[in-house]
């Protein structure tokens, strides 16, 4: 896959939540890389993972609705609209 960022990312390792459907539902998943314009992030398997979410990263206190901009079967990179 072809980087089209504008900025690299650092590479991260952060255990992050999603939550969905009014937080009534939770995936777990890894932080890979993060800078303040998106992420990548991995887990068990993407076909669960809806295109909006709050993405919880308790380490660093944050709770950020992204949006998913592509996946493959293991990953997710979102940008952070707000």
């Known amino acids: 896959m ?15 939540t999603i939550a969905f459907n009014k937080r009534c539902s939770t995936i777990s998943c890894t ?5 303040d ?5 991995a887990f068990a398997n993407t076909g669960t993972v809806p295109n909006h979410f709050d993405l919880i990263i308790r380490a ?12 493959n079967d293991n990953e997710a ?6």
């Open 37 to 41: 314009a998106g992420a990548k992030l």
């Open 31 to 35: 932080v890979r890389n993060m800078t």
């Open 60 to 71: 660093r206190d944050t709770d950020i609705p992204p949006r998913v901009i592509w996946r």
């Open 77 to 82: 990179g979102v940008t952070f609209d707000s």
């Open 2 to 16: 072809q980087d089209r960022r504008k900025i690299s990312r650092p590479r991260t390792f952060f255990g992050g």
